[in-house]
């Protein structure tokens, strides 16, 4: 499974952005999906995820302003991010998990000005 991470860029501060997350084969039976974040000199964080059966957390920092879904028929998933702040400046990665084996998307960049 590839993955192709999409829809970053510049907002400002109270904007909104969709990230995309395209894989090349079916996410249908991923048991575990999420994006992450990294910020220039800090550690990659877990920022939103979701398992089977649809079940989704997010850190503290993000609750109640971002969303993570996903379309099994386009084998896509997002994270609609509302409300952005410049602490949410970071570049943002995809993960899926299939069968055990875990894939990660190249990053998109979101950039959040005050």
């Known amino acids: 499974v590839q993955l192709q991470a999409s829809g970053g860029g510049l907002v400002q501060a109270g904007g909104s952005l969709r990230l995309s997350c395209a894989a090349s084969?079916?996410?249908?039976?991923?048991?575990?999906m999420g994006w992450y974040r990294q910020a220039p000199g800090k550690e990659r964080e877990l920022v939103a995820l979701?398992?089977?059966?649809?079940?989704?957390n997010y850190v503290d920092s993000v609750k109640g302003r971002f969303t993570v879904s996903r379309d099994n028929a386009k084998n896509t998933v997002y994270l609609l991010m509302n409300s952005l702040k410049p602490e949410d400046t970071a570049v943002y990665y995809c993960?899926?998990?299939?069968?055990?084996?875990?894939?990660w998307g190249q990053g998109t960049q979101v950039t959040v000005s005050s």
């Open positions: 993960t899926v998990r299939v069968r055990g084996k875990s894939f």
């Open positions: 084969g079916s996410i249908f039976s991923a048991d575990f």
């Open positions: 979701m398992i089977s059966g649809g079940t989704t």
